[in-house]
């Protein structure tokens, strides 16, 4: 009866929560103070962390023997109503040891509760199944979730740089909807795909667009040990993301939000019109053509910089005109969990979740909508059958303009000042054909609809035959869908002619609407059968895997086209039905992969620690018979710490932990079927009024095509002083990465006519160094300090790949035994100075004469370092290029977290950095008029001329187009890359429990958090973001972030 | 032991569970077909062919690398393209080559080789492709004979097209007949280039080879198909190539008379006539029947070109509308005849350089749109003040040398829709009968002088065109250099910007023409109403007498050491291009 009313009693205090909150906002609304008191007779105190001090929010306490309680809120604090001041207390939190504490009457009970870990109990997840944090020997490191919940990313790959070693992470652009970051883990090891692999909830799946704040942590497995059970996929480490259960005590509602405004880090000064006009009259001359701009239009021109309009002398700034102001992010969650725990101990918790985010982008055109679903049930069904049912799941509504980013910010980039943006009456101009404002606003639209559901379930059976075994089966069914829909319209576009000061409409790109819609569906399923055991034998632990796994996933697409539109209504049925004007077009394609997996883990007293695993794996990629690899790992450890002759001696030393793995692991490479020899199916020449079907060779097959087979070591030590206070890792690893696909080409002459079958004969090592450093201390006063700081340093070798004699047989240029991705070129030495020069303008003999014409002064100069016989040859070629640069993917990133909390007030702050990468110069960083295009202030400052025959300009002298000597890769144009950044930034303020309570809710935080606010490349001289993924600067920018949001927990 | 025996029994189930599955992974790609099917039917083998044909390049469907900017025929007010920054400077070398008009740049089809005309991994692409479709049609027990007679010798004339443009640009190449291997050949799959006269007369024995095989005629289905006629036509045109000088520095009389001989053939087969309307050759509603088209390449509104676009007036209706990427040069109008007949060199052309676009030739008015000219119904006006008026500096599209292009502009197609989905149905014509008789006429008058035949053979050509005769507009007969120059001036003005051009120069050497700066026609209107028309230099070029024949690329010399070793080769690579230059 007391357990039914119990019950009960959770469920009305749930709802009373709901109304208390739905009353509380209704009488602020109304200006009216809530009046609201705590019934019958309660206990309260404070939850800490016996460690570091900082109070815990979150903790469950239970009364004993019902399943009434409450959580602690964002400042520990909890009050619980009793029915006798003799219960007893059960408080519990993950990765904590559990503390039951009788009430003996007390109206206050402080806790502070000790961390697992010390005892070595925090579970690690490791691959398929989990070991003592202690006792793993596997590289893996776990990202604190507490750190990334806050933060002002719309893409949750953006929230990993820089707080985890090992983890290299570069963001290629800001747009919404592609802003996810390409991560390597460890640095490249091969060049194939270095993707790593994610797996959420046990299945591989992304979590790009998982709602952070379902995100319970994420583990990054790297070493030989922990990635062998992945088999063919776990080559370039994996990232494990495990989303969050509910925890047993009464249902809470937790609200989760921030608004933000973001704006680019960095926007490249260019001039203004009279600067681009007087310019391009320069290059004009130095190429003998006559001036571009007339003195009278200069005149107008100069007008224009100073202020006066005149239609026919614009003065626009392209690139900050079409990039709004502050662009608006927000993303808002509510959160509802709890849970049951029955008399007989069998239990069931819930989380449920619901999740919208919006990020516009820099023009209003560009933004997405994505709404978040999850809801995770876990029960015991039996006392010894335990079940999960898991759903997540996202829906996400893109809308672009019918031009894409990259056209859009082209346009940007090429559009000079004395081309209108817009005009003073709002029309707006173009330029070469092309029209900015036209394509970001009026070009039509892209919608795209893209919905996913991970679905699992997931039983466990404990058998009782034998102690410590237990079967499991999982199943997971992730439906996918995409719907795209692209509407082409003719772009209007304004010129203003000064005759008859008219504005004339013009249009551009279609002369009719056309629409194409395109639908993509996946099914990926995966079953995976489990069968467990863990035992101990007095001091011997063992923990043994099996697993049988297969999945598979078929993926169908269809797409339709209408074009020539007489109507405006974006559909296929008001389109034209001439059948010139349709066309549709649809495939199919499946995946398959099974494997078995064995993960084993011994120890002896927690001291000496073995692990043994591997998969016997197989894919569809390969022909029969040359499907299945298998990959074995073994890994060992020695907890010194443990070791009686410590204990004695070193207190202080929590743990010290000696480990080592070696084992081998796989990387899928190329396509699949490379194995068959096919023609591929194309579109051929027209005849008799129509274009005809046709077939193509493709390379040739390779029968014999595998998988890439990566060695991996790893050695390292974990060391923990004083209880956790000071803590360290360090690894030492290396890869050997072979059978990697390669394509060579380079051993057939060009007139072979195809190219050839790729086959798996690269090799290319990777080794490096991985540090981190924890530090935490609670001061006297109140102050809580967590200092966590990580470096990695990765470097690759190329160590066997095909390479044409002229690179190999040259020192300089070799790209063996070299970084994979070094940039190679030739090695500028200044500019031409006029005294270089005869009078009939020909090189001076003694000066090498370069192979791509004319040069004067004011041209880049190259060394003459080689030439075919390996000697200077007096002429700049191919032979003379050497190492320029460092690759593109930094080599050392490192990262310092640095958390502070005092009182109410909490501060985060990362600093992220990354050093030894190198960043080309391209397109309109380079070269002027680039397309006919823009030119950077930099440029128009910096660049070599008769007025000005610095022979160290940043820039040579201008042409209108860059010449052939000056374009040629060289050291000229590479610029080092190094950068730190403020990465996040967050001050929070946690509400006083007192007020909380007033308002009738359990605790409230607000906070207001920056992403990329600071950003240190003093390498870099024009303004450009050092991640910049296009050398011409020409993408869509990378965001700073500022938010405001909230936590309340109802 | 009992524990560890269940344990083991249930490791092995969950291995058998496994083993017993091992077809889960068999997968069958649906976007491809294997190979063994392709050449077991004349169906599957026709899809393979019609990929051929959809890999010819030319300028329909390609933006940029046009032959007429090369040449200085025509301007572009981009300075990034290849023409601007490549060739006027003299920058042609083993590292900066240009590869001509291609298919890189194809919107609507997929095209899987790009790559320009005389693009040298393209070409050899192209030329494997034939050589897969005739070795495995060949050897197919299953294609029928008479599928072997007609097709076969369609890709011996499609190979034969590709090796004519290496040859003509490179000089001797590796000549290539089958399929390479590196599985079962080896080394060998590194050729050595052949002579300049071998690869020659590889061409000319296949055309040889395979003209009779051809049909004489073809219905309107099988346009874009050789015929006969199209295999002579070529023959005589690589004759006529090996006649020039380029090839034939000692000037052998035989070499000439052998090309004559050629194209005389294509006359005689009576297949052939000038259209009486010049302008009908670009209707793309009568060129699949029009007599005089030899070969050509079909296009259609699904999959056609957008030349118009790209290269079209640039402001129309005051609005930007076209690229203006083809705009015809002073150099090129300057050589358009009066309508008597004469050069305006000829100080009794009647030609007044303050009213230059008065009584010239049909033809001018036919091919270049100027200051005044009517286009799609808005006249345009490249004089100062005008609505197109000439852009000298390359400010924007608008025309720098104050002339557009009208000739092989598809008239029906808007310009502005034509940038990305107007698409022009109007083919692209690789050879036709004027250039036959022209081709005749050049090489018999180097052969045996300024005789009956060559004169009526000019004439024919001007005659369609409203032009006198020339004994009518040089008062009598002339003699062979003059004759010489009427033809290279019929050449130029009949067959400006239809990919000619780089060819003659070129096999001419003409260094003069090459190193002239490009001059533009910059129109003043005067106070008291008339015009003011001054030549303006707009841009200086430079050229090297070693760029009449193309330089090997660097990366291709460098693949293959049987070409590297022939640095300097035998003959010093007199008779085709030295590679290392």
């Known amino acids: 009866m007391k357990n039914r009313y119990g019950r009960k009693d959770s469920l009305r205090g749930g709802t009373g929560v709901i109304l208390q909150l739905l009353v509380a906002l209704f009488c602020v609304a109304l200006g009216v103070h809530p009046l609201m008191a705590q019934e019958g007779p309660h206990v309260q105190g404070v939850v800490k962390d016996a460690t570091t001090g900082s109070t815990m929010p979150g903790v469950n306490v239970l009364i004993k023997g019902t399943t009434q309680g409450v959580a602690t809120d964002l400042n520990g604090k909890y009050t619980l109503s009793i029915s006798s001041p003799t219960d007893t207390l059960i408080f519990s939190y993950i990765g904590y040891q559990t503390k039951v504490v009788p009430i003996n009457g007390r109206s206050t009970i402080n806790i502070k509760l000790e961390s697992e870990a010390i005892k070595g109990q925090e579970m690690v997840v490791l691959g398929y199944n989990a070991e003592k944090k202690e006792n793993v020997t596997a590289a893996i490191s776990q990202v604190k979730t507490a750190q990334i919940a806050n933060k002002p990313v719309a893409n949750e790959t953006n929230n990993l740089v820089g707080r985890v070693a090992g983890v290299i992470a570069v963001q290629n652009s800001g747009e919404p909807g592609y802003n996810s970051s390409d991560i390597h883990i460890r640095g490249i090891s091969t060049i194939g795909n270095s993707n790593p692999l994610v797996v959420v909830d046990g299945v591989p799946r992304s979590f790009s667009e998982i709602n952070p704040e379902n995100i319970k942590f994420i583990t990054v497995l790297k070493g030989a040990a922990a990635v062998a059970p992945y088999g063919m996929a776990g080559a370039n480490g994996v990232i494990l993301v495990t989303t969050k259960s509910g925890l047993i005590g009464k249902p809470t509602l937790t609200y989760d939000g921030y608004f933000g405004i973001q704006n680019p880090t960095f926007v490249p000064k260019m001039v203004n019109a009279y600067q681009f006009a007087l310019l391009k009259n320069e290059a004009q001359a130095n190429v003998g053509g006559q001036p571009s701009y007339s003195q009278a239009e200069l005149q107008g021109f100069k007008a224009a910089v100073n202020g006066t309009v005149d239609p026919q002398y614009p003065n626009s700034d392209a690139l900050h005109t079409i990039i709004r102001n502050n662009a608006p992010m927000t993303r808002n969650s509510l959160i509802l969990s709890g849970g049951t725990k029955y008399k007989d101990s069998r239990k069931v918790v819930y989380y449920a979740s619901l999740g919208w985010t919006y990020q516009g982008g820099m023009w209003t055109t560009d933004n997405i909508h994505r709404y978040n679903a999850s809801l995770r049930i876990d029960a015991d069904v039996t006392k010894t059958t335990h079940a999960s049912l898991f759903f997540n799941g996202w829906n996400e509504q893109q809308h672009y303009p019918a031009t894409s980013a990259g056209t859009i910010m082209y346009q940007a980039y090429r559009t000079p000042a004395v081309s209108p943006v817009y005009y003073a009456n709002g029309d707006w101009g173009s330029w070469d054909g092309r029209s900015l404002v036209g394509y970001a606003y009026h070009s039509g639209f892209q919608t795209n609809k893209n919905r996913q559901v991970y679905s699992s379930i997931y039983i466990k059976q404990d058998l009782p035959f034998l102690p410590g075994l237990d079967v499991k089966a999982r199943i997971s069914y992730d439906p996918y869908d995409s719907f795209q829909k692209t509407w082409n319209t003719p772009v209007p576009t304004y010129k203003y002619d000064p005759t008859t000061k008219t504005y004339n409409e013009g249009f551009l790109l279609y002369s009719k609407p056309q629409l194409s819609q395109y639908y993509d569906r996946t099914n990926n399923y995966v079953f995976q059968g489990y069968l467990d055991y863990v035992h101990s034998f007095g001091k011997h632990n063992v923990n043994l895997t099996a697993v049988y796994e297969a999945d598979k996933s078929l993926d169908q697409n269809f797409g339709a086209f209408r074009q020539n539109y007489n109507l405006n209504i974006p559909e296929l049925n008001d389109g034209s039905s001439i059948p010139a004007d349709l066309s549709n077009n649809g495939l199919s394609s499946q995946t398959r992969r099974m494997g078995v997996v064995f993960q084993g883990n011994y120890n002896y007293a927690n001291t000496y620690l073995l692990t043994v695993s591997g998969r016997y794996d197989g894919s569809y990629y390969f022909a029969p018979g040359h499907r299945f690899g298998f990959f074995p790992a073994i890994s060992a450890g020695w907890n010194v710490a443990n070791e009686k002759f410590i204990v004695d001696r070193f207190p202080w030393l929590t743990t010290f932990k000696l480990r080592g793995s070696w084992g081998y692991s796989g990387n899928l490479a190329g396509s699949a079927f490379q194995y068959l020899s096919t023609y591929g199916i194309g579109q051929g020449a027209n005849f008799n009024g129509a274009p005809t079907q046709a077939l193509y060779e493709q390379n040739p097959a390779n029968p014999f095509i595998t998988w890439e087979k990566a060695l991996m070591e790893d050695v390292g030590f974990d060391m923990s002083l004083w209880s956790d206070k000071l803590t360290a890792s360090v690894d030492y690893f290396y890869q050997k990465r072979s059978n990697m696909l390669v394509n060579p080409t380079v051993t057939v002459p060009s007139s072979y006519g195809i190219g050839l079958n790729q086959v798996n004969a690269g090799v290319m090592s990777n080794h490096g160094l991985e540090l981190s450093v924890g530090y935490n201390k609670a001061f006297e006063n109140g102050l809580v300090m967590n200092l966590d700081g990580n470096f990695t340093w990765a470097h690759n070798k190329l160590i066997n790949i095909f390479e044409a004699n002229d690179t190999y047989n040259n020192p300089n240029r070799r790209r063996t035994g070299r970084q994979f991705g070094t940039m190679f070129g030739y090695k500028a030495i200044g500019l031409y100075t006029k005294s270089d020069f005869n009078p009939d303008g020909s090189l001076k003999s003694g000066i090498a004469t370069p192979a791509w014409g004319t040069v004067r002064p004011g041209d880049i100069m190259y060394a003459d370092l080689s030439g075919p016989n390996g000697k200077p040859d007096g002429k700049i070629t191919p032979d003379d290029r050497t190492v320029i640069g460092n690759p593109r993917t930094p080599g050392i990133n490192y990262g310092l977290d640095t958390q502070f909390q005092y009182k109410q007030f909490g501060l985060d702050l990362l600093f992220q950095g990354a050093a030894q990468t190198s960043f080309y110069m391209g397109g309109w960083i380079q070269s002027p008029f680039n397309a006919n295009g823009n030119v950077t202030l930099l440029q128009y400052n910096n660049h070599w001329s008769p007025s000005n025959p610095n022979p160290n300009a940043l820039f040579p002298r201008v042409s209108p187009a860059i010449t052939a000597n000056n374009s040629q890769g060289s050291s000229f144009w590479v610029k080092n890359a190094d950068y730190l950044r403020l990465k996040s930034a967050e001050l929070s303020f946690t509400m006083p429990s007192s007020l909380a309570h007033k308002l009738t809710i359990r605790s409230m935080q607000i906070y207001v958090a920056a992403q990329n606010l600071f950003t240190w490349s003093p390498g870099i001289p024009y303004n450009l973001d050092p991640e910049a993924s296009s050398s011409s600067g020409q993408y869509y920018f990378q965001q700073r972030v500022i938010s405001v949001g909230a936590n309340i927990h109802f | ?581």
């Not at chain 2, 992974?25 to 063994?36: D, G, R």
């Not at chain 2, 692409?125 to 050897?139: G, K, L, Y």
């Open chain 2, 1 to 581: 032991m009992n524990t560890f025996k269940r344990l083991i029994e249930a490791v092995v189930l969950v291995v058998a569970v496994s083993s017993c599955s091992s077809n889960f992974l068999n997968v069958t790609p649906q976007n491809q077909i294997s190979s063994a099917s392709v050449w077991t039917s004349s169906q599957n083998a026709d899809l393979f062919l019609n990929g051929i044909y959809n890999d010819e390049p030319d300028f329909r469907s390609q933006g940029w690398d046009l032959i007429s900017h090369y040449t200085g025929y025509s301007y572009v007010g981009a300075e990034w393209m290849p023409a601007r920054q490549v060739v006027y400077p003299g920058g042609i070398s083993p590292e900066n080559t240009v590869n001509g008009p291609g298919n890189s740049n194809y919107i609507g089809g997929r095209d899987h080789i790009g790559g320009g005309m005389w693009d040298w991994s393209a070409e050899y692409s192209r030329i494997r492709e034939c050589n897969i479709f005739i070795q495995n049609v060949e050897q197919s027990t299953d294609i029928p004979q008479s599928y072997k007679e007609q097709r076969i010798p369609e890709a011996r004339f499609l190979r034969a097209l590709f090796y004519s443009w290496l040859w003509e640009n490179y000089g001797g190449v590796p000549i290539i007949k089958i399929p390479l291997d590196n599985q079962t050949q080896g080394n060998k799959i590194f050729r050595p280039r052949a002579t300049e006269k071998a690869t020659f007369q590889f061409i000319d024995d296949e055309l040889t080879a395979i003209a009779d095989s051809l049909p004489t005629t073809q219905g309107a289905a099988d346009v874009g198909r050789p015929t006969k006629g199209a295999a002579l036509t070529l023959k005589a045109w690589v004759e006529l190539n090996e006649a020039s000088p380029l090839f034939n520095p000692s000037n052998d009389k035989t070499l000439w008379q052998n090309a004559a001989d050629a194209y005389k053939k294509v006359m005689d087969m009576g297949v052939y006539s000038l259209d009486p309307n010049f302008n009908d050759l670009w209707d793309p509603s009568t060129q699949a029947s029009n007599p005089e088209l030899i070969f050509q390449r079909e296009y259609t509104t699904a999959k056609g070109g957008y030349a118009e676009g790209y290269r079209g007036v640039t402001m129309q209706g005051g609005v930007e509308t076209g690229w203006g990427n083809w705009t015809p040069t002073q150099n090129l109008v300057d050589k358009f005849d009066m309508s008597n007949g004469k050069m305006i060199s000829d100080p009794n052309s009647g030609y007044d350089p303050q009213n230059p676009y008065k009584n010239r030739s049909q033809r001018f008015y036919d091919s270049i749109i100027y200051n005044g000219s009517v286009w799609q119904g808005d006249t345009v006006w490249t004089q100062m003040g005008g609505n197109n008026q000439i852009d000298l500096g390359s400010q924007s599209d608008i025309t720098n040398t104050g002339y557009y292009t009208r000739k092989y502009m598809d008239k029906t197609v808007s310009e502005a829709a034509n940038v990305r989905n107007g698409k022009s149905p109007e083919n692209y014509i690789y050879f036709r009968y004027a250039g036959v008789l022209l081709g005749y006429a050049e090489a018999e008058n180097e052969a045996n002088g300024p005789v009956a035949s060559v004169y009526s053979a000019v004439d024919q050509v001007r005659a369609r065109v409203g032009l006198p005769t020339i004994e009518q507009a040089y008062g009598g007969s002339v003699t062979q250099s003059k004759m010489r120059d009427i033809i290279h001036n019929e050449w130029a003005t009949e067959f400006c910007f239809e990919d000619k051009s780089w060819y003659n120069l070129r096999r001419w050497k003409d260094l003069a023409w090459f190193n002239s700066p490009i001059y533009a026609m910059q129109i003043t209107p005067q106070s008291n109403g008339t015009k003011k028309y001054q030549q303006v230099k707009i841009a200086d070029r430079s050229w090297h007498a070693y760029q009449f024949l193309m330089p090997i690329p660097h990366g291709v010399l460098v693949q293959n050491s049987a070409m590297l070793k022939q640095n300097g080769g035998a003959d010093n690579w007199n008779n085709g291009q030295n590679p290392g230059y």
